[in-house]
């Protein structure tokens, strides 16, 4: 961290050491800036998102909010009051890291990935998708990249994850737009694995794994991603 402040010797920021680009800043504010009592003051991190959907869909989520004193289109404020998991708020700074790195920091920052990303059939009818085909076009989502491992998690009336896949291809040009979904490129998937609907239903994502939602692409827990190995092979 660099302490740049004398006002505020407490607040700090990570930024890239090549481009200089900020991607993170902690600090301590009162509360009133979130909603909260004017005399309560809360430690707090700035992120940028480089998603404008997953942007959105994090701020209808509790403990996050616009970005406090940042470009509130692109960044937002994480309450680090315990608020939100630890393993996100790491999942957040993974984010913002890749979305101010370099192209050719962004080609190498990481090996293969595990993601979960939401599957709406009342949008797509994804418990067909794979009837005549293993590949399919999927919408790309951030920080995804080729050779990661996705996971397809289907809404009601399923609820559970169904699909196993590896991405095979990324940065698909695509543009689509209507009052629900927003598509900027695609990514190609094909698929490894069919899961059936009461091996991970939500109601155990959430009592096993502390998974409570999944409205955007996040990183697969450790213990769920053994679980999906376990099933993948056969095994209990």
Known sequence: MEY????????????HEDNRKWYGLIMEVSGDKFGLPKEQYVCALNVKIGDPMLHDILLQQDGFFPGYHMNKKSWISILLDGTVPFDKICDMIDLSYQATATKEKKAKL??????????????????HA???????DWKQGNGIKTKDTVFLYVAAPVSAILYKCRV???????????GNLTIKSLMKIKLLKRYKPDCFPFDKLKNEYDIFAVRGPRSVPDRLSAALSRQARGRQ
Do not use: C, H, M, V
């Open 4 to 15: 740049l402040w004398k006002s505020t010797p407490d607040a700090g920021i990570f930024r």
């Open 130 to 136: 794979f009837d005549a085909t293993d590949t399919i």
């Open 110 to 127: 990481r090996p293969p990935k595990e993601w979960l990303i939401p599957a709406n059939p009342k949008y797509y009818d994804i418990e």
């Open 168 to 178: 095979l291809e990324t940065d698909i040009p695509y543009t689509y737009q209507d």
